[in-house]
């Protein structure tokens, strides 16, 4: 019988190459398997939560800027004023406050302080916005503030989840490693004993 074809002289089958799983591994210790469900555990919310969470904060934040902009829109609305004083200009090109006076549906002069050009002249017409009460306030909310909104909280949501996920990994990976090394200590103060005494025979 040829060498290829003899059986294995220790009656064991030979051993195959290949990759042994790690879950296969008997070395592992059940921290090390802890870990890996954990590990899977924290992957599958990261998959499943990331989206779910943008899409969350995203929509209510939107919907919340939107009811923000429909109320605005309904209580502020822009009249014609005329400026009392003149404003001169200045370097830095800025807008500046000065006393307006208008006259509202009512036939009420209404008076108010406002941002106008510099440059602007005394009676010049300017377009301001004014509640419903009659005081100078600024321009609405419009769709693109309230979309701009519901972006950033869900960059931000997403954000969140990344580093929170992140941060549960880091912590369970230094309490389990922080475990090992203890164990680790207590496994080799019962062991250097009986492994010094061998020299000192």
Do not use: I
């Not at 429909?70 to 090109?93: C, F, I, K, L, Y």
């Not at 549906?105 to 008076?111: H, K, M, Q, S």
């Not at 004014?130 to 609405?140: A, E, K, L, S």
Request: hydrophobic share 40%.
């Amino acid at each position: 019988m040829n060498a290829q074809g003899s059986p294995n002289p220790f009656g064991s089958p030979s051993p195959r190459r290949g990759h042994v799983p790690a879950r296969a591994n008997p070395l592992r210790r059940p921290s090390d398997r802890f870990e890996w469900w954990f590990r899977h555990l924290l992957l599958v919310l990261l998959v499943v939560g990331l989206p779910v969470a943008t899409y969350g904060a995203g929509t209510t934040a939107y919907e919340a800027s939107m009811r923000t902009v429909r109320a605005q829109a309904a209580q502020r609305h822009e009249v014609t004023a005329r400026t009392s004083t003149d404003v001169p200009r200045e370097d830095e090109g800025a807008k500046q406050p000065v006393q307006v006076r208008w006259t509202d549906v009512d036939g009420v002069v209404r008076t108010g302080a406002a941002l106008v050009e510099q440059g602007t002249s005394k009676g010049d017409a300017v377009r301001v916005w004014v509640d419903r009460d009659g005081h100078v306030t600024g321009p609405p909310r419009n769709t693109l503030d309230a979309t701009t909104t519901g972006w950033f909280a869900g960059a931000m949501a997403a954000l969140g989840t990344v580093l929170t996920t992140h941060l549960l990994w880091k912590g369970t990976r230094l309490l389990l490693d922080r475990r090992r090394c203890a164990r680790w200590d207590a496994e080799w103060d019962r062991a250097e004993p009986l492994w010094s005494a061998r020299f000192r025979r």
